[in-house]
């Protein structure tokens, strides 16, 4: 029988392991190329999972030799770029690690090159793939809180990496709140319109650049999103999902990103004039995913690829999670109100206030 797709994995560091173990297991795909700028690296990776491909230092190449039609973009973020213009101008569809690149006007560009080669361009945003999650998300489309008003995000913690994070000029947001940002997304239905964000370094921090942020989203559905942050908040740490709280004009949702969600609803039962009225609790029901995070992630993609539609983490809705990040990091810049919806389409930022 010959694989449906033909895939070469591009970038063979510690999160290759990850999507090679699940490939594996499918009976429709083939890994017919290893590419790596560090032969050995591909080898030994070949080695580890029993793969008998040929190893590559050039994706084209790789492409050219083997007839890969899917290409898995392992490699760090400022590669993206390079891997998925690559891939898809020859004909490949393309499976990526977050972020979707380095630069808004680099994820504007995969967008319209997807759009023009007609082929597939997904992103790893392995949190939505999380089943409780998914129980919350499912309490808000339920109904059980109304409609929203505000959603809440926080996320403390002080996990000291050492190496690049160190001395980056904004660790949290470049390489960790696209994260929070896209689960808000997720979460609320809703897309970014403006961003107002202040970003700064505490004492006691370690890093370099600003570990610290506290960003205002105004959303499509009229809510506002508040995310607050810190990579050097050392002592009761949040969830690694973060901490969060959904009001809507009904009640309120609850996840504190490790145990199951909940909602408490206004009941019926409060005469005209209660002062603080009773409340009902809704305990989140237990979503069923085949697969959770990365791998879940990666199932999504196939059946997209399988029923010829766009994937639930598709470039270009992809698009609007790193136009938070991006517009946040030019607020955090300018002390300014930033307007996203330029900003998605041309990488032009949109200042408020001036």
Known sequence: ???????????CGGMANEWISYAVRRPDV??????????????????????????????????????????FDVTIPASHYRIASTALTHQCDVFSEKPLAETMEQCNAIVALAERTGKSHAVMQNRRYDPRIRSLRRLIEAGEIGRIGYIGASFFLAPHFGGFRDVMESPLLLDMAIHTFDQARFISGADPVTVYCQEFNP???????NASAVCIFEMSDGSVFCY?????????????????RIQGDKGTAIWDGEGMPYAEKVTDRNPDGTFIRDHDRVEGEA????????????????????ERRPAE??????RYSMA????????????????????????????LGR
């Not at 607050?228 to 969060?244: D, I, L």
């Not at 979503?287 to 399988?306: I, S």
């Open 228 to 244: 607050q942050g810190s990579w050097c908040a050392e002592g009761a740490p949040t969830s690694w999902e973060a901490s969060w």
């Open 324 to 351: 938070m990040v991006f517009g946040a990091l030019e607020s955090a810049r300018t002390g300014r109100k930033v307007e996203l919806a330029g900003f998605m389409t041309s990488g032009e930022v949109g200042i």
């Open 1 to 11: 029988m010959t694989a449906q797709y033909r895939v070469a994995v591009a970038g």
């Open 287 to 306: 979503a069923d995913l085949k697969e959770t995070f990365h791998h879940g992630c990666l199932e999504e993609m196939f059946q997209a690829l399988a």
């Open 30 to 71: 083939c890994i017919v190329a290893l590419v790596d700028i560090r032969l050995e690296a591909a080898a030994a990776m070949a080695g580890k999972h029993g793969l008998t491909c040929p190893v590559f230092t050039d994706i084209g190449e790789a492409i050219e030799q083997t007839g890969a039609n899917l290409v």
């Open 203 to 209: 004492p006691g921090s370690w890093y370099a650049g």
């Open 313 to 318: 983490t598709d470039c270009r809705d992809n």
